[in-house]
């Protein structure tokens, strides 16, 4: 129990600088792409920054590894934590190691409560439309065949993919561009079924709300009438008439004389 709350503990705390280092990663990556006749101390820098930015999510894996009461249990929950630490050491790529760290970060930004599924999606798309342009244009504008020569038909093209619409006028030549344009369509389809049962939840919770409180109306309007039906019987025992006047039976005995 001492284990879990440390590691909660160091979740929580860890959280907001690894989301830092996430953006500083976002950086690194993308300057190469849209400056690639940037000094080449940028470049060494970029590369630095990445390689610095997977290593601190490597070692945040290893804490919570570390930090687990269950690390059997730890390692088969997150094996998405698990693959997007070892990928990057199988192959070296920069493509690669992007994609470790939106793996890494998606988990901890599920890990947030106060992060809301409207924000995450939108978040999502955002991230998937300027990260997916961005690989797409580092894997395709030296190809000998691409289309997709700059940084305007890169997010035209993750557009038209992530909203399955394809219009065909720029689509990937390389092995790894279509690899890309996959994952683009499946993350689409994906976003789209959980935006549209983020929408079908809130309309179905809507009517629940509302069947309930007609139901509290119905049952304190049942209550009134049964509080009535019991005042009307105690009145009819009394032998009072609902304009307050005595009966004419009981007040012919209150008026009679005693014998």
């Known amino acids: 129990m001492k284990e879990t709350s440390r590691q909660r503990l160091w979740e929580r705390r860890s959280q907001t600088p690894l989301l830092v280092l996430a953006v500083a990663f976002a950086v690194a990556y993308a300057v190469p792409i849209v400056a690639p006749d940037a000094a080449p101390p940028v470049h060494r820098a970029c590369t630095a920054t990445e390689w610095t930015v997977w290593a601190a999510f490597a070692a945040d894996y290893l804490v919570r590894l570390a930090l687990s009461p269950a690390r059997r249990a730890f390692v088969r929950t997150h094996w998405m934590d698990l693959a997007a630490v070892v990928l990057p050491m199988i192959q070296p790529l920069r493509l690669l190691r992007l994609v470790a760290t939106l793996m890494l970060v998606g988990r901890r930004a599920k890990m947030a409560p106060q992060i809301r599924l409207t924000t995450y999606v939108a978040g999502a798309v955002v991230g998937l439309l300027m990260f997916g342009s961005l690989a797409v244009l580092s894997v395709e504008r030296d190809a000998p065949h691409g289309n997709i020569r700059n940084l305007g038909d890169a997010v035209w093209w993750s557009f038209t993919t992530m909203t399955t619409v394809g219009y065909g006028d720029h689509s990937p030549t390389t092995g790894l561009g279509r690899v890309l344009a996959v994952g683009l369509m499946l993350s689409g389809i994906a976003l789209l079924g959980v935006v549209t049962a983020n929408i079908a939840a809130w309309f179905i919770a809507r009517f629940e709300r509302d069947d309930q409180v007609e139901r509290l109306q119905l049952a304190a309007i049942q209550e009134l009438h049964a509080e009535v039906r019991a005042l009307r019987a ?26």
């Open 234 to 259: 105690e009145v009819a025992r009394l032998g009072v008439r609902p304009d307050g006047r005595p009966d004419a039976p009981a007040a012919l005995e209150a008026t009679a004389p005693t014998p």
